[in-house]
C-alpha cells in the first residue's frame, strides 16, 4: 500500500524588499504612535518626520516588489 503525497505549490522565495516593506510599515506605525504620545511639540514634529521618511521607503520597496511581479498589500 503506497500512500499518495499531494503536489506542492511551488514555494515562492521572500526577497529583501518583502522583508523591508514590512519593517519600514511597522516602523512608520510605531513612530507615528510615539508622535501622538509625546508632550512637546518639537519630539511630536522629529516623529513624524521620521514617520514620513520610513512611509517613503516603505513606498521604494513596495515599488521594487511590483516591478518583480508581486503583489503587495496596499497601503494602510
Not at 54 to 71: D, N, P, Q, T, W
Request: hydrophobic share 35%; no cysteine.
Amino acid at each position: 500500500m503506497t500512500t499518495r503525497v499531494p503536489p506542492r505549490a511551488p514555494r515562492r522565495s521572500i526577497t529583501l524588499d518583502g522583508q523591508l516593506l514590512g519593517y519600514w510599515e511597522r516602523e512608520a506605525v510605531r513612530l507615528e504612535t510615539l508622535a501622538a504620545a509625546t508632550r512637546f511639540a518639537w519630539q511630536r514634529r522629529r516623529y513624524l518626520r521620521k514617520a514620513e521618511a520610513a512611509h517613503a521607503k516603505a513606498e521604494l520597496s513596495r515599488r521594487r516588489e511590483v516591478a518583480r511581479g508581486r503583489e503587495t498589500p496596499s497601503e494602510t
